[in-house]
């Protein structure tokens, strides 16, 4: 992973524009083997590690499932479908 991240880093350097560390965040997917306290690194500044990530507007955890994201808009959902269907 820091192998990839030295390579946008590169690459950005190279076309002369600009990677904001602190809107970047690593979500480790495998969890075999993978040590929590891993730091990742975007040049000189830290990369922070999360454990959700959204994606076009969808919101996937560490195991890539979308559950609570479906819980959540079945939620939101509920007010706006009971007003119209007792309307």
């Known amino acids: ?5 030295n390579i946008c880093r590169s690459y950005a350097c190279k076309w002369r524009y600009f990677y904001n560390a602190n809107k970047c965040a690593v979500m480790i997917v ?3 083997g993978a040590q929590e306290d891993k730091t990742f690194k975007k040049g000189k500044e830290d990369v922070q590690l999360t454990n959700c990530q959204v994606h076009l507007g969808i919101q996937f955890d560490e195991d890539l499932s979308c559950h609570h994201q479906l819980h959540n808009s079945s939620v939101n959902l509920r007010g706006p479908f ?3 269907v007792s309307n």
């Open 1 to 5: 992973m820091d192998r990839m991240l």
């Open 82 to 84: 009971i007003s119209t």
């Open 30 to 32: 495998n969890k075999k």
